[in-house]
């Protein structure tokens, strides 16, 4: 009878023991509330990443009243993935990812492979922001590096700032915060050696699939992990993705050249009208609050203190009211040579740039060599200066 009960107490033993050396991912919540639940998602492309209600869904735990919460998946990966841990509560659908207020997001990306046990620990209310990998591996660490790049830099740049975007130059107020916020993404990809990292960092810089204002950053990333990690899954996605003849006219191209209707009524051509040293082609609209304070405080002084002195500038405006657009031409003192389809939106000059959104501009030097693009207020203007005083 004794050696029968150490029998079964080896056994239970053991069987425990068992369990515990096939647990994959466990952790601890703080927070919780009532019925939490914990999904593990498996993104199946690189849009899937990172993007509410497409990833798919492999596993789920129920947090314990103690906050603990474990995973099994010995048999669900034979190699190594990369995964999101999805925290949901009060029946909240297991791909319902938060990426509106980092600091609030639900989810944090991590890398698994067989034989790993990752332990996490966080804050179930702030569960990206808090999440902490015990031991992390190379990848797992650059995934948490990477996720507090984007809290400081969402702090720093997004957090508490309110703009009225239909008052003048605050709709680029906005954008040049978030412009800001991306860059620090965007250096992180940049000098990041794990491509798991790199390619959350690319879709966290802008989740909506939205790269018309950094579409060079595509084109670098694409080179580069064609270079370091040709095999990665989603680098050919990544390099569809970053295509040049989808993508706007980038920095370093010969912008194109194009037969454009002018308001006198005559034609001009893109590459016959450029200025001795520095071109401005600048799209704007009658109607866009922003363009039109553009055209008042920065292009018309720089008109005037260096058009003698090397300086071109060509507005093209996306119209189809000749009226409106006229009027605003007078009004603002844009006297620089204007230009529009007048078309709207179906103007084919946006479809040359593969552009969409206005307020853009794009400078060029003596040769139509594309310098920058979309600098607006005071960096618009250090740059004229600096090239042509």
Known sequence: ???????????????LFGCNSKTSISGILEHV??????????????????????????DSAKVNKDGHFSFQLTDDFSEKVLLELAVQSNGQ???????????EANYMPLVWKPGDRLELKANAQ?????CFIENPSEENKALMQLRDVKMEAFIRFLKDKQWDVHEGMQLLEKEHAL?????????????????????????WVSPQNDYERI?????????KWQDQAPEYPWVKELCKLADTSNLPVLVGDIFPDSSLPTVSGDTISIKEALGAKLTIVDIWASWCA?????????????????????????????ESDEQSWKAAIQKDQALWLQTSHLEGDEAPFMQLLRIQMIPANFILDAQ??????????????????????
């Open 179 to 203: 412009l800001n916020y991306q860059k620090q993404l965007i250096a992180f990809a940049r000098e990041t050696l794990q491509p798991d990292a790199a390619m959350v960092a690319i879709r």
């Open 290 to 318: 922003p363009c039109r304070k553009e055209n008042k405080v920065i292009l018309d002084p720089l008109w005037k203190a260096y058009h003698d002195k090397g300086l071109q500038i060509i507005g093209y405006g996306l």
């Open 33 to 58: 509330e009532t019925n939490t639940m914990v999904y593990i998602l498996q993104p199946q492309t690189l849009n899937d990443l990172a993007s509410p209600y497409l990833g798919k869904v492999v």
């Open 215 to 223: 579409p060079e950053f595509l084109v670098e990333q694409c080179a």
């Open 1 to 15: 009878m004794f050696r029968a009960r150490i029998l079964v107490t080896l056994i239970g033993v053991l069987s």
């Open 368 to 389: 139509g060599k594309v310098l920058a693009k979309n600098l607006h207020g005071e960096e618009l203007r250090q740059l004229v200066v600096e090239r042509l005083e």
């Open 93 to 103: 659908p297991a791909q319902r990812l938060k990426n509106e207020d980092p600091l």
């Open 126 to 130: 702030a569960f990206q922001k808090t």
